[in-house]
């Protein structure tokens, strides 16, 4: 397993973590393949490599995610190209879409009106500004330990 971090400036640092893996097996109902490594497994869209097969796995620290957790109910379930389906969550002024795969519906059981986390990996900021009016007032956090009454 390595760590990749290339040398520039920290706010262009990505990085990534190379593991070797063994494919275990394809499910083609589902479009999808198991691959082992010495952490365990990962279930990731179809592989074109044989059962058995060593394959280097790429993961960017962009695609982990361990904040930004928002609860909501499943709005929508509407299945897409294999592996694919679209969830929909009502975060209640939000709907937020969720590209999940169809074994993830089965095993999870995802149903509409289920609640739910919605987990957020990355954003994009939008080109240009958004009037005050339009923007939604933040909840007051709780005082933290160094602040007075």
Same mark, same amino acid.
């Given at each position: 397993?390595?760590?990749?971090?290339?040398?520039?400036?920290?706010?262009?640092?990505?990085?990534?973590?190379?593991?070797?893996?063994?494919?275990?097996?394809?499910?083609?109902?589902?479009?999808?393949?198991?691959?082992?490594?010495?952490?365990?497994? !990962?279930?990731?869209?179809?592989?074109?490599? +044989?059962?058995?097969?060593?394959? *280097? =796995?790429? /993961?960017?620290?962009?695609? @982990?995610?361990?904040?930004?957790?928002?609860?909501?109910?499943?709005?929508?379930?509407?299945?897409?190209?294999?592996p694919?389906?679209?969830?929909?969550?009502?975060?209640?002024a939000?709907?937020?879409?969720?590209?999940v795969?169809?074994?993830?519906v089965?095993r !999870?059981?995802?149903?509409?009106?289920l609640? +739910?986390?919605?987990?957020?990996? *990355? =954003?994009? /900021?939008?080109?240009?500004? @958004?009037?005050?009016?339009?923007?939604?007032?933040?909840?007051?956090?709780?005082?933290?330990?160094?602040?007075?009454?």
């Amino acid at each position: 397993m390595t760590a990749e971090a290339p040398s520039s400036p920290a706010s262009a640092v990505v990085l990534s973590t190379t593991v070797p893996a063994r494919v275990l097996r394809h499910d083609p109902k589902y479009g999808m393949s198991t691959l082992f490594f010495a952490d365990g497994e !990962l279930r990731v869209p179809m592989v074109d490599a +044989a059962i058995d097969a060593g394959v *280097s =796995v790429i /993961i960017e620290a962009r695609d @982990v995610s361990i904040t930004n957790r928002l609860p909501g109910r499943i709005e929508a379930i509407l299945p897409l190209d294999p592996p694919y389906v679209r969830v929909t969550f009502d975060l209640g002024a939000t709907k937020l879409h969720a590209l999940v795969t169809l074994e993830s519906v089965e095993r !999870l059981a995802l149903e509409p009106d289920l609640s +739910a986390w919605a987990m957020i990996k *990355s =954003v994009a /900021i939008g080109p240009g500004a @958004v009037r005050p009016s339009e923007l939604p007032r933040p909840r007051r956090w709780p005082a933290s330990d160094n602040e007075g009454p």
